[in-house]
Each structure stands twice: as C-alpha cells, then as structure tokens.
C-alpha cells in the first residue's frame, strides 16, 4: 500500500514557476513508476509527466515539454515536477500517482494509488 500526499501548488502569474511534491509512504516507493496529472473543471484528468523507478526515463506530454521537469529521489521517497514558464491553460488540479508495473503509462486507469491533488492557478 502507498499514500502519496502533494504539496506545493498555489497561485503564481503567467510566466511564473512553481514545484510540486508528492511525498510518499511505504518501503516500496523507489520500485514504483510515478507519474504526475491534471485535471481542469470540466475536463478529464489527462497525462503531464512521468518517471520510470530508477528516474532514468522520463516522459512528458507535448503541452508541457520543454516547460516543466519530473525528477525523483528514491532516499527521500518523493516525487517533484518543476513548472516553469506557466500558462493561464496550465491551471488544474494536480494528481500524483504510483503504479505498480515498470512502464510509464499515459492514462490513469493504468495507475494504483493517487494524492488527494493540489491546486495550481495561473493568472494571465
């Protein structure tokens, strides 16, 4: 079993940055892959970042490439995304999640345990 709990959103403007985190418990956190999504009102929760166990690959959507930063420290067992030159459009929920199996997944029926979300707000 894993609880993961994220922290880190807010309210920043347009070109502004910010950095989540998602703590996790349990002794198996470093065999999980991890993954970061959003979620906006009235749209479906969609795929942002994702790291394999070890932090060797990664994986972004194309919304996002270039702009924000998935990395993770299995000693500490906590996940992070660095956001940076946020957009009004980046404004959602934010949901980290773990699954069990070593491949990163792209849609979140693929994913075991999820936070209870943060929220992010860009302004324009």
């Known amino acids: 079993q894993v609880q993961l709990v994220e922290s880190g959103g807010g309210l920043v403007q347009a070109g502004g940055s910010l950095r989540l985190s998602c703590a996790a418990s349990g002794r198996t956190f470093s065999t999980y892959t991890m993954a970061w999504f959003r979620q906006a009102p009235g749209k479906e929760r969609e795929f942002v970042a994702g790291?394999?166990?070890?932090?060797?690959?990664?994986y972004y959507a194309d919304s996002v490439k270039g702009r924000f930063t998935i990395s993770r420290d299995n000693a500490k067992n906590t996940v992070y995304l660095q956001m940076n030159s946020l957009k009004p459009e980046d404004t959602a929920v934010y949901y980290c999640?773990?699954?069990?199996?070593?491949?990163?997944?792209?849609?979140?029926?693929?994913?075991?345990?999820w936070g209870q979300g943060t929220q992010v707000t860009v302004s324009s």
């Open positions: 999640a773990a699954r069990r199996l070593t491949v990163v997944a792209g849609t979140p029926t693929q994913y075991d345990y």
């Open positions: 790291i394999s166990w070890s932090g060797g690959s990664t």
